[in-house]
């Protein structure tokens, strides 16, 4: 069974850094393109961004809202998507989930979610 | 960037109700588009994929049609398990942008 598993979340400073991990197990890693997605409290969903795989050239992009902020990077090795986030707004407050896109088809896989409380 | 939006906003049905969705995107996205059911505290279930593919194990009275700009879910028959927030998700592949949901509320 597919599983994705985000950690790393907590209450951090305006303007501080942050790094997520998402940990993938019952498929692919390798080949999948990953994600990640947030969702502040009552709101909707909004794409962070995501990185292809290896046989795409680890090729990444992201929501201009975030764009030259975050970075997401991974260890196929250790089957571990990551989001490096910085210079951290209030407004990046959300639960972060991970997520696994497949091939032509939508984001099959989803992670619990972890929770990012930027506030001082 | 493609922006995407749903209409309504947010939806009264009842059990046993046929109810459809509409999700319009900004310019033409082919048949990349998905949609998603949340339920409150729990990740996003991907329910249709390229605009009408049922995802693996989704009850087939959930389909969705359309192509270009405009989509549709349809549920054919409201069960209490489909109460919940549904997202519509264009993925052209290289910005990838959710409609804004639309809540679906027992009446």
């Known amino acids: 069974e597919a599983q994705l598993v985000e950690s790393g979340g907590r209450l951090v400073q305006p303007g501080g850094s942050l790094k997520l991990s998402c940990a993938a197990s019952g498929f692919t890693f390798s080949g999948s393109a990953m994600h990640w997605v947030r969702q502040a409290s009552g709101k909707g969903l909004e794409w962070v961004g995501r990185?292809?795989?290896?046989?795409?050239?680890?090729?990444?992009t992201y929501a201009a809202s975030v764009k030259g902020r975050f970075t997401i990077s991974r260890d196929d090795s250790q089957n571990t998507a990551y989001l490096q986030m910085n210079s951290l707004k209030t407004e990046d407050t959300a639960v972060y989930y991970c997520t696994r896109h497949k091939d032509d088809e939508g984001f099959d896989y989803w992670g619990q979610g972890t929770l990012v409380t930027v506030s001082s | 960037d493609i922006q995407m939006t749903q209409s309504p906003s947010a939806l009264s049905a009842s059990v046993g109700d046929r109810v459809t969705i509409t999700c319009r995107a900004s310019q033409s996205i082919s048949s990349w588009l998905a949609w998603y059911q949340q339920k409150p505290g729990k990740a996003p279930n991907l329910l249709i994929y390229k605009a009408s593919r049922l995802q693996t194990g989704v009850p087939s009275r959930f389909s969705g049609s359309g192509s270009g700009t405009e989509f549709t879910l349809t549920i054919s028959s409201l069960q209490p398990d489909d109460f919940a927030t549904y997202y519509c998700?264009?993925?052209?592949?290289?910005?990838?942008?959710f409609g804004q949901g639309t809540k679906l509320e027992i009446k």
């Open positions: 998700q264009q993925y052209t592949g290289y910005l990838y942008t």
């Open positions: 990185i292809r795989s290896k046989a795409n050239s680890y090729a990444t």
